[in-house]
């Protein structure tokens, strides 16, 4: 793995994936990160390319809350096209991963049935539904359960091994909202889950890819592990925010300069 530290650069490099060419597309210290539409960069990734998939896309919660009825399919067509939707970009990631590789995916209640019909749709084969316990109660309705938890799907191409036989299905580590250093991004995860993750599911220096990057945390995660990591996000100012973190987390003397700068009268 390259350890150098050197200055984001918009230029191809010799272990950049096909397609970095064009910018925006940023590469320094063991990170690429893209800034794209998550299908249409994935489609440029060579197949068997990474280690590992391990992503917290966008749960659609507004897919069965519209309650739009005036289609013919009714309320139910937003949820479809959403389920349309992870379909494609799963079958894609899939198509990227090594023989022996995992893609890791977090969900909800909500969003697990499109996971599960994915996994069918596109032949991926799931291997755990593991547990994310928050530590943190949230928010709900008058009708709902206060929420606790979220779901991690773990699918596994033929011979992938989890090396440490002891770890259960329940991860447990605390959310966010309640943490000093929220970057800002409302559904940032926590950097040690992910590191968790990532330690379980590839070797060191294995590549890590993220298509719905957010605020970087898989990226900060993959790097604290001594992994390398692809991401990509669609979003301007989460774009802008993930490569911010991930050159303070491959550089430490960039994070010194911006705290300096941010003294600055
Ligand atoms: C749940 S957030 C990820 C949060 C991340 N795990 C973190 O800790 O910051 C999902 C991200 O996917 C991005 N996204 C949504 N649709 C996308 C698309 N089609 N292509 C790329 N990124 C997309 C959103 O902008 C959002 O930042």
Avoid at 183 to 208: D, I, R
Avoid at 233 to 256: F, G, K, N, V
């Amino acid at each position: 793995m390259n350890k150098t530290l050197s200055k984001p650069e918009n230029v191809e490099q010799p272990d950049a994936a096909a397609g970095c060419s064009a910018p925006p597309c940023s590469v320094f210290a063991g990170v690429e990160l893209r800034k794209g539409d998550s299908i249409e960069v994935l489609q440029t990734i060579p197949a068997s390319h990474v280690d590992a998939v391990v992503t917290d896309p966008p749960y659609m919660i507004g897919a069965i809350s519209t309650g739009d009825s005036s289609s013919k399919a009714g309320s139910w067509v937003d949820l479809m096209n959403a389920s349309f939707w992870y379909r494609e970009w799963m079958g894609e990631c899939w198509r990227t991963i090594k023989p022996g590789g995992f893609m890791v995916i977090f969900s909800n209640w909500r969003s697990v049935p499109m996971l599960l019909k994915a996994c069918a749709d596109k032949k991926i084969p799931s291997t755990s539904l593991a547990v994310w316990d928050k530590d943190w109660i949230g928010p709900a309705g008058p009708s709902q359960l206060r929420p606790t938890y979220e779901m991690i799907l773990f699918c596994a191409k033929d011979g992938a091994k989890i090396d440490n036989r002891s770890r259960s299905d329940v991860f447990r580590h605390k959310w966010m909202a309640c943490h000093a250093g929220q970057s800002g991004h409302p559904a940032q995860k926590p950097v040690p889950l992910l590191k968790e993750l990532v330690e379980l599911v590839t070797k060191p220096e294995g590549l890590v890819l993220d298509p719905f990057t957010g605020s970087g945390t898989t990226g900060i995660a993959a790097l604290q592990a001594g992994r390398r990591f692809l991401g990509i996000e669609a979003d301007d100012q989460w774009h802008a925010l993930a490569l911010e973190r991930l050159q303070s987390a491959a550089d430490p003397m960039h994070a010194m300069q911006r705290q300096n700068d941010q003294a600055l009268p």
